[in-house]
């Protein structure tokens, strides 16, 4: 997830496209090689003009220095933004399936790596669930159910596997109270795909148990 582009363009051209597909704005080949963070300045250069004459990539002379950016009209433009928005996909298509559900959590979010943009082909899309059963009570088979599925089509999806990290409101609260690591992660991270934002969603049972 942290290069989508790569899943189908093993080269350096992958990170090149990626840059590209990410702006609009024109840029040099030297802020390309920055960006891309991959291969060489010259190597780049040598990408991008080869790009540039398939006509995937426009390059325009700016006085003393050349400036790419992807040609968006180009027939092959659709696929390569089709691949560098896959992480967001991935993000909406998780939305969606939770959307869905019979049973709906009170607030689920994507974090770690996969809500960062920096993880790999083994990392796991870690996910915040966070459910009305209370933890005196087993959640019911049909909420058993969803998760499982979920997961299963996250993996068709992206190829990663799930790992859910499932709390009653309770067991949120005690975590945020307690002070919990992972609750930073959360706060830096968190990707929202069901629910509140986190941090509304946070603050609001603060709030409610501190007026108990």
């Known amino acids: 997830m942290s290069n989508p582009i790569s899943t189908v363009v093993q080269t350096v051209d992958g990170p090149v496209l ?3 597909a990410r702006t609009t704005a024109p840029l040099t080949g030297r802020k390309i090689h920055q960006l891309a963070a991959a291969g060489s300045e010259t190597g780049i250069r040598n990408v991008l003009r080869r790009l540039a004459g398939t006509g995937l990539v426009m390059a325009t002379e700016v006085g003393p220095s050349v400036q790419y950016k992807l ?6 433009a659709k696929a390569v933004l089709e691949l560098a928005t896959l992480r967001l996909r991935l993000f909406d298509s998780i939305r969606a399936e939770i959307q869905g559900w ?4 009170m607030h689920a979010s994507v974090f770690g790596s996969t809500a960062r943009g920096d993880g790999g082909v ?3 899309v870690d996910l ?6 209370s933890d005196a009570e087993d959640p019911t088979q049909a909420w058993t159910d969803q998760m499982t599925d979920l997961a299963d089509r996250v993996y068709r999806w992206s190829g990663n596997h799930l790992q859910v990290y499932e709390l009653s409101s309770l067991g949120f609260l005690q975590h945020v109270q ?3 690591s992972i609750v930073k992660d959360w706060r830096r991270d968190a990707v929202t795909v069901s629910g509140p934002e986190f941090r509304v969603f946070m603050n609001i049972h603060v709030h409610e148990e501190s007026t108990q």
Do not use: C, M, T
């Open 122 to 124: 083994s990392s796991d």
């Open 18 to 20: 990626d840059v590209l």
């Open 178 to 180: 307690a002070g919990e």
């Open 71 to 76: 040609n968006r009209d180009h027939l092959a």
């Open 128 to 133: 915040l669930v966070v459910h009305k059963f």
């Open 102 to 105: 019979h049973i709906q959590p």
